[in-house]
């Protein structure tokens, strides 16, 4: 299950580097649809930097996932509550990991 979770994170950070691709072309000349927000304003900064920008991957599913993996939700043994902290724990240092090879700041949110 790890292996697939990793390969979760690694799609959804593959997915942040094409968006922030997407986004400075877009940012990139007059006449395109985000050129305003990309120049510098009155300060000499961007409106939206995106070197700056931290780029969220969402934690959902997770009860579904130890349920899946265990029979049982977080909140019904201790156990399966140190699972889904595990499952956690992976998608963070993975993050943290991309973080240091890539330069941009990766953030895993928790509703």
Not at 20 to 34: D, N, V, Y
Not at 75 to 101: C, N, P, Q, R, T
Request: overall charge neutral; aromatic content about 10%.
């Amino acid at each position: 299950m790890f292996e697939e979770i990793t390969k979760g994170i690694d799609l959804a950070i593959k997915a942040h580097l094409q968006k922030k691709e997407f986004i400075a072309r877009l940012m990139s000349e007059p006449g395109l649809p985000l050129w305003e927000i990309g120049k510098p304003a009155l300060d000499g900064r961007p409106y939206v930097d995106l070197k700056k920008a931290t780029y969220i991957i969402g934690i959902i599913g997770l009860n579904e996932c130890v349920e899946h993996m265990t029979g049982k939700q977080l909140h019904e043994d201790e156990d399966v509550f140190k699972l889904g902290l595990k499952i956690i724990s992976v998608m963070y240092f993975k993050a943290k990991e991309a973080e240091k090879k890539l330069g941009i700041k990766f953030s895993i949110e928790f509703n």
